[in-house]
């Protein structure tokens, strides 16, 4: 698969994970996509912290864009009916009062422990960490969504993070083109596979050990089909 079928493929197995009516916020880069795979029916309200709830899918067509509508990534975004906006201050306010059911965020590192690494390397530039902070300590559920191994090939779970932790046992589930991984108090828990890969292979580019599960799933077909 290409980098834009790994993206799809995880995008479209996390909008599996949301439940109708949810609050979610979409951290930037390959999250944002996720609101391309969920059904309208649902009702999931989609929230951007730099001031916004009611995001739709991104503009496809370039008459489409406003430039005064985007993300907290700076990105063009669409907005549904009865979208609305507000300041920091509020959007902060509802993510810090508990209200986001669920946040996909990045991540550089996720470990053994549900620690979460995803704002610096040191000694390279990257994007701050926005409201990475915020959001995980507030949503309900925290999602991972990210790319199996960085572009040397090392694995991103790991047994212990070795870059700057972002928060402490947060994270309650991993989804990798290759896995979804459910963070339990027993460790990591394998509990899909890709339709085009092997547990032995999931576990050849994890850095962590992980128990599996009894009714191992498998998903992704999708995008094999394309």
Not at 21 to 30: A, E, M, R, S
């Amino acid at each position: 698969m290409d980098k834009n079928q790994i993206r799809r493929r995880i995008a479209r197995r996390v909008a599996r994970e949301l439940k109708a009516g949810d609050l979610v916020n979409l951290g930037i880069g390959l999250p944002t996509s996720v609101v391309n795979f969920v059904p309208d029916e649902l009702g999931i309200v989609f929230q951007s912290e730099n001031g916004m709830l009611g995001v739709g899918p991104a503009p496809t067509q370039q008459e489409e864009i406003d430039p005064d509508i985007t993300n907290a990534g700076g990105q063009p975004v669409g907005e549904l009916p009865g979208a609305i906006y507000f300041d920091s201050a509020m959007s902060f306010t509802i993510i810090r009062g508990g209200h986001v059911d669920v946040t996909v965020l990045g991540a550089l590192e996720v470990d053994a422990e549900a620690n979460l690494a995803n704002w610096i390397v040191p000694g390279k530039l990257v994007p701050g960490m926005g409201g990475a902070m915020d959001l995980v300590t507030g949503a309900r559920r925290v999602i991972v969504a990210m790319e199996h191994c960085d572009k040397n090939g090392r694995p991103r779970v790991l047994e212990r993070c070795s870059l700057p932790l972002t928060a402490v046992g947060v994270v309650d589930l991993v989804v990798t083109e290759k896995a979804v991984i459910e963070m339990t108090e027993d460790g990591p828990l394998l509990t899909e596979i890709a339709a085009d890969t092997t547990v032995e292979e999931v576990m050849r580019t994890t850095g962590a050990r992980l128990a599996v599960a009894l009714d191992l799933k498998t998903f992704g077909e999708e995008e094999l089909e394309q």
